[in-house]
């Protein structure tokens, strides 16, 4: 099977490429047949649609906004052509006892009009109803897919916790907000960007990677290759400490497990990008499913419970993985895509949980991923703030999510949210990735779905990057590690080191900045 790595931005401009194949993740109407069913809660919608529609318009799905009234619309079709099929069938059903035994319907009132008929006519109405009905069932099933297809695509309910409107609200801090001598950070501004710092080092490549590999991949060299190890065995081993047990995930995922997680193209720039792995037209017919690479692990766990009904005495079930991310990040190239903080590969230890199909049981493991975030970013010393995010700012997945967004000194002096940047975010999701899923449990002797709630434990090329930004000295050229993460860096408690007058490499890697990039 010829396979090739290939963007969804690029295959939706690719000429040739049917357009069903460039919606990847969108894509349910060409769910394969192996796929788990799912199982949507229709009559909720059809019972509360205004409901849906205004969850729709304050999350910015004005298409999918009219879905809940197109569905009302199917209902009332489907419910009169059953009105009708049951009229036929019970007609078709007198025809057929009538062809097998006349004899003993002829006291039946219901076939009066029959025995006037010859047996041909009989037969001739038999094989017309036949061929409505067929035609009756048919409208029944596509109005039924219908119904599905445009609940799939709607987003999750927003809980009544999250914000509404386009602005989030600062819940709290963590740590307190570093400070540089002011007679340094005017004349010395390069040295508060990670580039500049990562090539004064010499542990930052972005050349190397720009001639390998294009715009938006990288080379951790020597330490910063350790630091990421550091990174991510320190935040295992909180997570693990809370009873949080790891797992290997796959970083290949079929399609239709990402668009049942929820991630999927939400406009025509297509907001959550990700990478497809190309099929050639002769498996495309043949119905292989489409492969992509995984945006993140929660895709991977989330898959590992497809099709499976979950003993209630297993949860809550509480996972923890690292791996490799993969994502396209369409958008323009700015101050805020440089370095390390919008990258296309990067190494993620994601936290993911199923609970009983209890809010407070969801709520109690939600607060202890938030306080394993807490606790990472703490003892690293990143000046942080936690944000309850708006309405407009969730994904498809989630009913509420709180994000923590670390200072960035450079991203101040760009002007970029007054230096701050997202560096974990977690979500609570209910049942909607679980009824996608077709994850089952046993509640009170009858079968439900579990909830699921999702959380970045530690991203590490951004944390790396405020890590580098925060604990630069100008003076000594070192970089401060966190004593956290000194057991995994050889004891090291700091990175880098130069004599005072020595030439600095990251003035010239300042002027190399300014310079085009390759893509």
């Given amino acids: 099977m010829n396979k090739a790595l290939t963007c969804l931005r690029c295959r939706a401009l690719r000429p040739g490429v049917r357009a069903g194949a460039a919606r990847g993740f969108a894509d349910n109407g060409k769910r394969p047949s192996m796929a788990p069913k799912p199982i949507i809660d229709i009559k909720h919608i059809r019972q509360n649609p205004e409901l849906y529609e205004l969850t729709c318009l304050e999350r910015n799905y004005p298409r999918q906004a009219e879905n809940p009234a197109r569905i009302l619309d199917l209902h009332a079709r489907w419910q009169e052509l059953q009105r009708q099929g049951r009229s036929l069938r019970e007609r078709s059903n007198l025809l057929r006892r009538f062809l097998s035994n006349p004899a003993t319907s002829s006291g039946d009132e219901d076939v009066a009009d029959l025995r006037t008929m010859t047996r041909e006519h009989v037969q001739e109405e038999a094989r017309r109803l036949k061929g409505e ?10 109005a039924v897919s219908e119904m599905e297809a445009l609940a799939l695509e709607m987003p999750n309910l927003t809980s009544d916790e999250t914000p509404r409107g386009r602005e989030p609200v600062v819940l709290s801090y963590i740590n307190e907000r570093p400070r540089f001598d002011d007679s ?19 542990i930052l490549d972005f050349a190397g990677a720009a001639a390998s590999s294009g715009w938006g991949w990288y080379y951790l060299v020597g330490e910063a290759a350790q630091l990421e190890q550091a990174l991510v065995q320190y935040a295992l081993a909180v997570a693990t400490r809370h009873g949080w047990t790891q797992v290997a995930p796959p970083s290949i995922v079929y ?5 049942a997680c929820g991630f999927q193209p939400r406009d025509q720039n297509g907001e959550q990008q990700v990478y497809a792995i190309a099929r050639s037209q002769a498996d495309a017919d043949r119905g292989v499913p489409e492969l992509c690479l995984a945006g993140t692990s929660e895709i991977p766990l989330a898959g590992m419970k497809a099709n499976v009904t979950m003993d209630a005495e297993d949860l809550p079930m509480r996972r923890v993985a690292v791996s490799r991310c993969y994502r396209a990040e369409a958008g323009a190239r700015g ?8 990258v ?50 969730l994904g498809a997945s989630a009913s509420r999510k709180v994000d923590m967004e670390a200072f960035f000194p450079s991203r101040q002096q760009h002007g970029l949210g007054e230096g701050w940047g997202e560096v974990t975010s977690a979500s609570m999701c209910g049942d909607y990735q679980t009824r996608r899923l077709a ?14 709630v999702n959380g970045t434990a530690l991203a590490v090329p951004r944390v790396l990057a405020a890590l580098l930004e925060n604990g630069w000295d100008e003076e000594t050229a070192t970089v401060a590690v966190p004593e956290c993460l000194r057991p995994w860096m050889d004891g090291k408690d700091k990175i880098g080191g130069r004599r005072r007058g020595a030439p600095r490499a990251a003035q010239r890697a300042g002027k190399q900045d300014d310079a085009p990039e390759r893509s």
């Fill in 439 to 452: 994850t089952r449990t046993r509640q009170d002797g009858r079968m439900t779905f579990p909830f699921t």
């Fill in 133 to 142: 009905l067929s035609g009756i069932e048919q409208g029944e099933a596509a």
């Fill in 184 to 202: 340094e950070a005017p004349e010395e501004p390069v040295w508060r960007s990670h580039l500049h710092i990562g090539s004064e080092l010499g």
């Fill in 344 to 393: 296309h590969e990067f190494t993620k230890v994601e936290m993911f949980a199923w609970t009983a199909p209890d809010e407070a049981e969801a709520q109690d493991v939600y607060e202890e991923m938030l306080d394993i975030q807490t606790e990472i970013l703490s003892s690293l010393g990143l000046y942080c703030r936690v944000l309850s995010m708006p309405a407009t700012d």
């Fill in 255 to 259: 399609s239709h497990i990402g668009a």
């Fill in 335 to 342: 101050a805020d895509t440089k370095g390390l903080y919008r």
